[in-house]
């Protein structure tokens, strides 16, 4: 009985030993096949940005593909250019934007890109890095007459540069003032509240913060002190995540490193964009 009991065990740890080993074929059947994919998306957006036809071929070589069906890869994929749809190149370094289809370029202009500082808040706690995100991106809207809603980060900048300090004022609080009036919110305004029970809406835009008490007041979302007009320009491209194309009240600025991470344009040029870049193009930013 023991003998037979033996073998019935090491039949046992036989096939999972057989199991264990054919699990382990799979994972790395799928992970080789997942390195292929990774290393194959990464080659198609090189010969998005080089236009390079010779690794065209060479990638055609190495994965064993005819050249109908690796063409028919690319077009359907979105990480590549198809011939019927065009798509956005920019290159922080030259400061410069193409809007290509297939090998012609329908517009180019230059741009203005992230600056890469870094602004750090008071007393720690939060950092910003003002940097254009490499990589591919998708036009997922587009806007005429754009508002900006400022970041925290602009309140912060400001303060620094006017040595002012920074309260965030919330809905359903009061900060009084010297007069004995009191700024708070009223329905979408940030209101200077009167002892007589007026309220009067103060004005705010770039460079014209609320300031009260020797502090710089961030007025909560929503408010309309909270959006400003005119300074993305007449028209934006928005690309998610808070970037966008668009245009700019400082034209003097394009061709340099100066955004906090959005690629500004000239209005006039955002506008011809505007005008031919349907929604859903991609763009790549290098």
Same mark, same amino acid.
């Given at each position: ?6 073998? @019935?065990?090491?039949? @046992? =740890?036989?096939? =999972?030993?057989?199991?264990? *080993? &054919? ?10 096949? #997942? ?5 194959? @998306? ?11 036809? $010779?690794? &065209? ?10 050249? +109908? ?54 007393? $720690? ?12 991106? *998708? ?32 809905? $359903? ?9 009191? =700024? ?41 002190? @909270? ?41 006039? +040029?955002?506008?011809? &964009?505007? #005008?031919?870049?349907? *929604? ?7």
């Amino acid at each position: 009985m023991g003998v037979i009991r033996f073998i @019935r065990s090491g039949g @046992r =740890i036989a096939w =999972i030993l057989i199991c264990t *080993v &054919l699990l382990v074929i799979v994972g790395s059947t799928l992970l080789f096949a #997942n390195t292929l994919d990774v290393r194959y @998306r990464r080659d198609i957006s090189r010969i998005v940005f080089n236009h390079n036809t $010779g690794l &065209l071929d060479q990638i055609r070589r190495e994965i064993g593909e005819s050249s +109908d069906s690796l063409s028919r890869i690319v077009a359907s994929s979105p990480e590549g250019p198809t011939a019927d749809k065009g798509y956005l190149v920019v290159s922080i370094a030259d400061h410069r934007i193409w809007y290509r289809q297939t090998d012609s370029t329908l517009f180019t202009t230059q741009v203005a890109t992230g600056s890469g500082k870094v602004l750090e808040k008071s007393g $720690g706690g939060s950092h910003w890095r003002f940097e254009t995100p490499r990589g591919r991106l *998708v036009v997922e809207s587009k806007e005429t007459d754009p508002e900006w809603v400022p970041p925290d980060w602009h309140y912060v900048e400001q303060a620094q540069k006017r040595g002012l300090g920074i309260v965030r004022l919330n809905r $359903g609080q009061e900060i009084p003032l010297a007069d004995g009036s009191k =700024i708070a919110v009223d329905g979408s305004d940030v209101v200077r509240h009167y002892s007589d029970g007026r309220n009067q809406p103060i004005e705010a835009a770039e460079g014209r913060e609320i300031v009260a008490n020797g502090n710089i007041i961030i007025p909560p979302f929503g408010t309309r002190q @909270r959006k400003y007009k005119g300074v993305l320009g007449t028209f934006r491209l928005n690309l998610g995540d808070g970037y966008a194309l668009h245009g700019t009240d400082q034209p003097a600025s394009i061709g340099r490193s100066v955004s906090h991470g959005c690629v500004r344009l000239r209005n006039e +040029d955002i506008e011809t &964009l505007y #005008n031919i870049v349907p *929604v859903g193009t991609p763009v790549y930013i290098y």
